[in-house]
């Protein structure tokens, strides 16, 4: 069975202009997190999907960032415009659930680098 | 909002010794779920061991197991016979039913040959 898998694995661009991160969770999870990860630290959560709504977006800085999950499978997430402070790891998730299927699966997530 | 703190950034063991990770969390609820997750460098994150709320017992996983104490809020891992595949940041994290999961900042740990 395939993983959540993420493209691209890594993206360099330079500031103000737009990025895109794709990812396709394991096939049947309900459950899709975007998270961002700065260098030595833990992830930060930036959003939650169960299927195709966003039940969790607080910490999604709107002004520049903003995703979707269309037919509750696939998502992409989206930087409009890159800001330096926006280079980290940012990470996808999936899981079947909740309760005894709480079990995350991680991508191998996409690095951004932004000059 | 819940918080989970991680109190040591970096530990070294051993070959073949035993580590203790310490993490601890701040919750109103009384049912929720704990994890401990592994990303070896370069790597992705991976489960390591898993553990409910309302079950007492603490969870193990073959070298890896938990000191789970609800009261205290406090949420230990322990790698036993420490491998040098061990090497990676160890995160801590925190589910509550409504499907958050959060972590904590992280625990770099190096296992010597």
């Known amino acids: 069975e395939a993983g959540v898998v993420q493209s691209p694995r890594y993206k360099i661009i330079e500031k103000k202009q737009p990025v895109a991160f794709w990812c396709n969770p394991i096939?049947?999870?309900?459950?899709l997190y975007w998270y961002l990860q700065n260098l030595g630290q833990g992830p930060e959560l930036l959003i939650r999907?169960?299927?195709?709504?966003?039940?969790?977006d607080s910490q999604l800085p709107k002004d520049r960032f903003s995703a979707e999950r269309l037919k509750g499978v696939d998502s992409t997430l989206k930087i409009q415009p890159a800001e330096l402070g926006d280079s980290a790891v940012y990470l996808c998730?999936?899981?079947?659930?909740?309760?005894?299927?709480?079990?995350?699966?991680f991508g191998q997530g996409t690095r951004l680098t932004v000059v | 909002a819940q918080t989970v703190t991680q109190s040591q950034p970096e530990m070294s063991v051993q070959e073949a010794e035993t580590v203790t990770l310490s993490c601890t969390y701040d919750?109103?609820?009384?049912?929720?779920?704990l994890f401990w997750y592994k990303q070896p460098p370069s790597r992705q994150m991976i489960l390591v061991i898993r553990?409910?709320?309302?079950?007492?017992q603490n969870a193990t996983e073959n070298r890896f197991s938990v000191n789970f104490q609800k009261a205290a809020k406090s949420f230990s891992l322990k790698i036993s016979d420490s491998q040098l595949g061990d090497t990676a940041m160890y995160f801590c994290?925190?589910?509550?039913?409504?499907?958050?999961?959060?972590f904590g900042a992280g625990t770099t740990v190096t296992v010597r040959a």
């Open positions: 096939s049947g999870h309900n459950t």
């Open positions: 994290a925190f589910m509550p039913l409504s499907g958050k999961l959060s």
């Open positions: 553990q409910e709320a309302y079950k007492q």
């Open positions: 919750t109103s609820e009384s049912n929720y779920y």
């Open positions: 999907y169960e299927n195709e709504e966003a039940v969790d």
């Open positions: 998730a999936s899981s079947l659930g909740t309760g005894a299927n709480t079990e995350a699966f």
